[in-house]
Every structure is written in structure tokens, then in C-alpha cells.
């Protein structure tokens, strides 16, 4: 006999008698999406360019991404935010990007509006439209959408991946990590890889697994029930890491260069049909060195690197291939509606040079080539955090100039699939309709019949932004819906409109013209200059790669666009113009917790992330730390950081250690004078600035460094040089030992400390450890009384 069900809201159908015999029951009904209602799967890449991907004329073999294209359409005409979590907010909630408080990534939140990094609830994600819709939702990989301040253990955790409607996750919170060492979290929890790179670990892999993984949980028990998945690889955001065979696949294919590399992809772009036949290839980069006029070693090096990140992206190319081989294997793949798209242009993080650490971008640090090429053998592997030279850049985004962070078509166009065999009747096919990420929740909406719903969980909701791409599924003639859209970045500024870009490049069309560097502040009045005479304006009708400027010719219609992007940025809350660069990481945010002049630290507990731990950069502090060391001890007490930049302090051949690791160019060791003590001691080290920072040049405060046992000095030595701005965007507060990648050479993570952590102390009030020596016998004291 069928059950009767009811709605939430219905009033109760059954009889209520005063017995059960002569009752009839109800029950509330399950959450059931409508039938036959299709899967929705996001893949997105990170750092591709539109010259990237096989299917849009690249070298570089992506068959199972060439495969979803010949089932389904290549869009020419996407755009993105030219930064990752901005247009990764764009994609989950149809809302720009400074309407979800997020104009820069989550550690470069400023406090404005449009800038704190608190994505607003009344802008909903499509994981909470859909789970009201029946659908499981399940996040994988990078996230970056949580102010970086909250994700600590502390919380809150209403914005992270399950507080906004994803029942399960599995992947990073920050902006990037180690391949091999990553900073997982599996719901609300940290955990750790399950291999070695040394057994073969490696991210990618890994969450293709959790991912096919989740889905099989809730087919094998609901086969009808469709899922929405947000898939994010860590690729092909630096460190490009792969395993050295997918590398050397490419051994010699770049030996010609970035210049060559473009040719071949613009040419072959235009037999794919992906760019018009009119188009213009965009001019070699003026901050791009000549590969012809290079030494030997260095095209070397180049070509090695470019090797590494076409393996890289190869590699993710067939993981991406296994998961949807499994998806085709459940029956799951015609009736699954997937978007594939990248969050910016290729990243020019690297520097002119290339870098063997891609965090000297975020502290000024210049690249080392000497250091460049003596790590060639190893680029790809664990040991570095590297990153390909801008030149490589350049080439990613073939046709077009420039790169990410900048708004030229370079850092904002980007390729972008859609594939839906059951819902789509064209294969094969090409569009060219304007579009952007905020089309792509509005888009999955309509082809699901779904309305944007007035309220989530009690709050009312801001209107979608974006614009449904529906009508083009079957009909590439379709008139785009989307006719206006402003971007802005770092200061960097365009609006497109009706087939026409208006640009404003800040510092300048490159750095060398600008004789500016990224970062460079605009005051007031280089505003108002730059609004009478920066812009520059395209018609993308006959110029899709920007390469004839037309603002003398068009000045009416530029001082209208003009004009325009200032409404847009009215709208959508664009204000205050920050072009700041890497110097707004460091801007102070307030945190859940009162600041505080000391911190202790427990074993056993979750690594603290850098915007949760305390400022310990170019200021006064100690660490003390509270342990029972056996005979032989050995290990890591404290450690704050990564194979990319940081400190540690341990034991190692049986003598107390501070290390330091400034940027992965220069490793410093102080030890102590002899042997620690058995026994329950206080291990401790003083930080002591003797000079001042020089940020814009890389340089923190160099400092003498004092080890201490019990309050006594039992060695010092000096730091010429620390790191000014950032240990990493995935450095955090470790205790007992040093998980992930490791801060110094050597030692092999985790490198657990052999005796017991009891508790630690960080100070940053400056005060003297000598002068504590008493307080610090008597806490033994009593600590030990305790036992």
C-alpha cells in the first residue's frame, strides 16, 4: 500500500484519531530532485590560458578534455575575473565578484564592500539551490572562498565548503598547495595524504578517487538521485609538480621557444575555427625576453620548465579522463551536464625568470637563475614550489596580450566547454556568444527548469546577475543575452559592451613601457589622468586579440564606455580602486580572537593557518616549548611553514636547532652549543630584529637568533635576511612535528617529534626569556607536580 506524503508547508493529510487504529498516518516527503533531472558537474582548471587546452590549438595532447568538447561546444567568447577566487565566486553563486565581496583573493581582502572576503548569504551558491532541489552537492579540491582568517580549527565554518550547501568535501582551502605534500581537509577536519610521495602520492589522483568515490556512496544506495559536483584541481596553479615521465613526454618539443609556441597555437587555433580568420595575433611582450638573444643555458632551463607544466597538465588531463570514464561506467555520463573552465588567464607569478618557488612572487623576492638552473633535474618533483617564466605566460594566452591579474583578454579570457549529451543535440560545435562566469549558475538553472529561489535558509536573495547561455545549446546564431560587463583588477580596468572592449592598463600596456611594477599605487590624481588619457578601446568584431587601438578614432564612444564602467562599479560595489598588488597580503583583518601578546599551542590539535596564527614577520617573539625529551631525542618541536619558506625549531643530533628557510634561496641553521638534557625541559628560541625590513625588495628584518633551555642561552647565531610579507599561502602553526612539505633540507616530513610535546608558548611582547628564567623553573615546577 503506497505511503501518503507531504510537502513542508502542507498541512498534515492524515487522520489523528484517539487511538491507532483509527488513525491514518502521513509522512513528511523526502527531498526528491524531479525525475530524470540531469547531473551537473563544474571541472575547473586553474591557471590555463586559452591557448592551453589540444582543443583549442595547443601542443600540449588533452584528449579526454578534447573528447568532452567533440561531445558537446567550445565557447570562444568566455570571460573571467583575471584572479581565482573572484571568478571562482562568480561561478558558484551567478553574481559578480565584488557583489560577493571578494575584488581580490581571500588574503588580499580589503574593508570595503566589495572586498572583505565575506561572500554575502544572500547571494547563494548553486550547491544551495540545488540541494533544495533534491540534488547530493560535493565539493573537491581548491576552495578559496573562505576569508583566510576563518579557516582555522576556531571556525566559523558557515563559510566553508559544507556551511554553503556542499554535503561533502575533500580538498585545500587556500589558494594553492604542494602536489605532493597538500594542506587537505575532508569536511571540517584537517587530514593528512594517505601515501608518501615516495609511495606515489599525488593530489590529483587523489581527489579523482574521492571524487568517484562520494558519487558511488549515493548511486549504490539512490541510483536516480542526481549529484552536483564542483571539481577543482590544484593544477595548473603553481607549483607545477608532476611525476618526471609525464615531463620528459615532452623532452625538446619547446626548444624553439614561447615565440614559435605562439605561432604554431595561432595558427592552428585558426584552422580549429576557435578564433576568427581576421584575427591578428597580439604583439611579442615587451616584458617577454627575446628567446632568440638568451644563452644556451637558460632557453635550457625555459624549455625544461615549459616541459614540466605541459606534463602537468597532461597528467590532470587523464585523471580528468578516469573520472569521467567512471561516470560513462555507472550510466551516469549522458545525463550529466558539464561545464570544463579555467578560473583566470596563465599566471605570471613566476617573474621574467621563471622561479623554483613560486612564493617569491608574494614577498618582492627577485628569481636566482644561478639557483634556477642548479634545480633543473628536479623541477616537477617535491624537493621545489616552481613556476614557469612569463614568457611561457605570454604563450599560454595565445592570441592574446597580457596575463593574469590584468583585464586584457589575456587574464580574463578563457576556454570553456559544455557537454550534456542527452540535453544538447549539437557536438562538435563552436560559440561565440559573449559570456561570462556569472552565466554559468543561471545557465544550469534554465537547462534544469529550475527557478532562482527568493530565499536560502531563511535569507532572502539578491537577483542572479549573470545570463542563461540555454538558447545556445542548439542554435550557435543565438542572440548573447549578455551585452555589458566591467571587470576590474588590482587597479586594472575594462569594459566590454556590444562587441567593443574599453581598456584602462594599470601600471601600464606593460611594465617596461610603464617603468611601473606590478603593485604600483594610483593615487586621486593619477586617477583622473588616467581616466582623460589611459583608456584604450577595441572593436573585438574585427580585433579579438586587441591589437589596434581605436580611443582617437572612437573618442565619443570611449568616453561613454567610460562613463559606464563608473555605473557598473557603482552597481556592483567596484569602490574603492586598489591596484596595492602583493602589499594588501599583508593587511591586518580582524580575527575571532581578541589580539593578544601570547599564544599557547597544544600537540595533537590542527595545524593553525598563517591569518590565524600570530604576526611573527619582522617583529620581536619567542617560542617556548614545554617537552619531555628522551635519551636520543630527535624531532621537530614547532614549526611555522613549507619547503617554500618558514622556520622550525627541533632536535637533530641530539642538539636543539632553529632553522630557517627564507624563500627556499638560503637555508640558516642555528644550534646549540652541545647536547639537550633529558628529561622535562623548556626548549626555546629569541627572535631579535637588528635592522629594519625593506619589503619592496624582498627583505624582511635580519635578526640574531637565541636558543634557550630552561631560560638559559645554550647558543646563538644571525639571520641576514628574513622573509618580509608571506611564509606561504599555506604556512601554518605545526606542533610536535612538521607535517607537509618540509621547512628545511635536512629532515623528511613528518619528522615527529621523539619525546612528548607538552605545550607551547609564543610571545610577542619582546620581553627577554632570560629575564623569565624563574617563572619558567617554577611553571616547570608545577607542571611536573601534575604528572
Not at 552537492?137 to 566559523?156: D, F, N, R, V
Not at 583578454?409 to 542527452?422: A, E, H, I, L
Not at 557598473?568 to 580575527?591: C, F, H, M, N, W
Amino acid at each position: 500500500m503506497p505511503l501518503t506524503e507531504y510537502q513542508p508547508g502542507q498541512a498534515f493529510p492524515g487522520v489523528i484519531g484517539r487511538t491507532f487504529d483509527v488513525s491514518k498516518p502521513a509522512w513528511p516527503a523526502p527531498n526528491r530532485a524531479k525525475a530524470g533531472a540531469p547531473n551537473v558537474l563544474f571541472i575547473v582548471l586553474d591557471d590555463t590560458g586559452f591557448g592551453h587546452l589540444g582543443c583549442y590549438g595547443s601542443p600540449i595532447k588533452t584528449p579526454n578534455l578534447d573528447a568532452l568538447a567533440a561531445d558537446g561546444l567550445r565557447y570562444t567568447n568566455m570571460h573571467t575575473t583575471a584572479l581565482c577566487s573572484p571568478s571562482r565566486s562568480c561561478m558558484v553563486t551567478g553574481r559578480n565578484h565584488h557583489s560577493n565581496a571578494m575584488s581580490c583573493i581571500t588574503e588580499g581582502s580589503t574593508g570595503y564592500p566589495g572586498g572583505n572576503g565575506y561572500m554575502p548569504f544572500e547571494n547563494g551558491m548553486l550547491s544551495e539551490i540545488l540541494q533544495q532541489q533534491g540534488y547530493n552537492t560535493y565539493a573537491i579540491g581548491k576552495w578559496h572562498l573562505t576569508p583566510s582568517e576563518a579557516t582555522s580549527a576556531a571556525g566559523p565554518y558557515d563559510r566553508w565548503p559544507l556551511g554553503r550547501g556542499f554535503e561533502r568535501y575533500y580538498g585545500f582551502l587556500g589558494g594553492d598547495t604542494h602536489q605532493y605534500y597538500p594542506e587537505l581537509v575532508r569536511d571540517n577536519s584537517q587530514t593528512e595524504p594517505e601515501k608518501t610521495p615516495e609511495e606515489g602520492y599525488h593530489l590529483t589522483p587523489d581527489l579523482v578517487e574521492k571524487a568517484k568515490a562520494m558519487i558511488a556512496d549515493a548511486k549504490q544506495v539512490a541510483p536516480e538521485k542526481p549529484f552536483f559536483m564542483y571539481f577543482c584541481t590544484g593544477a595548473q596553479h603553481a607549483p607545477h609538480h608532476v611525476p618526471q615521465e609525464w615531463a620528459d613526454k615532452y623532452k625538446g618539443q619547446f626548444d624553439d621557444g614561447w615565440d614559435a609556441y605562439r605561432e604554431k597555437v595561432f595558427a592552428r587555433q585558426k584552422e580549429l575555427g576557435v578564433i576568427p580568420k581576421n584575427t591578428t595575433l597580439s604583439r611579442h611582450d615587451p616584458d617577454v625576453q627575446d628567446w632568440g638573444k638568451l644563452p644556451a643555458d637558460e632557453r635550457r632551463l625555459y624549455a625544461r620548465m615549459m616541459e614540466v607544466f605541459a606534463g602537468f597538465l597532461e597528467h590532470t588531463d587523464h585523471y580528468i579522463g578516469e573520472l569521467i570514464a567512471f561516470l560513462k561506467e555507472l550510466g551516469e555520463y549522458e545525463n550529466t551536464l558539464i561545464m570544463v573552465i579555467s578560473d583566470n588567464g596563465a599566471s605570471a607569478e613566476g617573474g621574467p625568470h621563471g622561479s623554483v618557488n613560486e612564493n617569491k612572487f608574494f614577498n618582492n623576492v627577485p628569481d636566482d637563475l644561478k639557483q634556477n638552473l642548479a634545480a633543473i633535474d628536479d623541477i616537477g618533483g617535491p624537493k621545489y614550489f616552481n613556476h614557469y617564466p612569463w614568457g611561457w605566460t605570454h604563450a599560454g594566452n595565445t592570441p592574446f596580450r597580457r596575463w593574469k591579474r590584468e583585464t586584457y583578454r589575456g587574464g580574463v579570457s578563457d576556454p570553456f566547454m559544455v557537454c550534456w549529451p542527452k540535453g544538447i543535440k549539437a557536438k562538435g560545435e563552436i560559440r561565440t556568444q559573449f559570456a561570462h562566469a556569472i552565466d554559468m549558475v543561471p545557465t544550469v538553472l534554465d537547462a534544469l527548469g529550475v527557478e532562482p529561489p527568493t530565499q536560502i535558509r531563511g535569507v532572502t536573495q539578491s537577483p542572479i546577475q549573470g545570463f542563461s547561455l540555454k538558447s545556445s545549446f542548439d542554435n550557435a546564431k543565438a542572440e548573447a543575452l549578455h551585452v555589458t560587463q566591467y571587470f576590474e583588477m588590482f587597479g586594472h580596468r575594462s569594459l566590454y559592451h556590444d562587441g567593443w572592449r574599453a581598456v584602462c592598463p594599470w601600471p601600464g600596456t606593460s611594465f617596461v613601457e610603464s617603468g611601473k611594477e606590478f603593485g604600483a599605487p594610483i593615487d586621486y590624481d593619477k586617477l583622473t589622468d588616467l581616466d582623460a588619457h589611459g583608456w584604450e578601446l577595441y572593436n573585438l568584431k574585427d580585433d579579438c586579440a586587441e591589437t589596434a587601438n581605436l580611443a582617437d578614432k572612437e573618442r565619443d564612444r570611449l568616453i561613454a564606455m567610460i562613463g559606464m564602467w563608473y555605473v557598473e562599479a557603482g552597481k556592483y560595489d567596484v569602490l574603492p580602486i586598489d591596484s596595492r598588488g602583493t602589499l594588501r597580503l599583508g593587511e591586518p583583518r580582524p580575527q575571532i580572537a581578541e589580539d593578544r601578546k601570547s599564544y599557547v599551542y597544544y600537540p595533537g590539535t590542527q595545524v593553525v593557518p598563517t591569518n590565524a596564527a600570530p604576526r611573527l614577520l619582522n617583529v620581536p617573539h619567542s617560542i617556548s616549548v614545554h617537552a619531555t625529551a628522551p635519551k636520543g631525542a630527535e624531532g621537530c618541536l614547532f614549526s611555522m611553514g613549507g619547503n617554500d619558506g618558514g622556520f622550525a625549531l627541533y632536535v637533530q643530533g641530539g642538539k636543539l636547532t632553529y632553522g630557517y628557510n627564507y624563500v627556499a634561496e638560503q637555508h640558516f641553521k642555528v644550534q646549540s652549543d652541545s647536547a639537550i638534557p633529558d628529561g622535562d625541559h623548556i626548549f626555546s628560541f629569541e627572535f631579535t630584529p637588528t635592522g629594519k625590513p625593506d619589503v619592496a625588495k624582498g627583505k624582511g628584518v635580519p635578526a640574531n637568533i637565541k636558543l634557550l633551555v630552561d631560560g638559559k642561552p645554550v647558543g646563538a647565531g644571525d639571520l641576514p635576511v628574513t622573509i618580509p610579507l608571506s611564509l606561504g599561502l599555506s604556512a601554518g602553526v605545526c606542533v610536535g612535528s612538521d607535517s607537509g612539505s618540509p621547512v628545511m633540507t635536512d629532515y623528511m616530513p613528518p619528522f615527529a617529534f621523539t619525546g612528548t610535546v607538552k605545550k607551547v608558548l609564543v610571545d610577542v611582547t619582546g620581553q627577554r626569556l632570560e629575564d623569565k628564567e624563574e617563572a619558567m623553573k617554577a611553571y616547570l615546577k608545577t607542571a611536573m607536580a601534575r604528572q
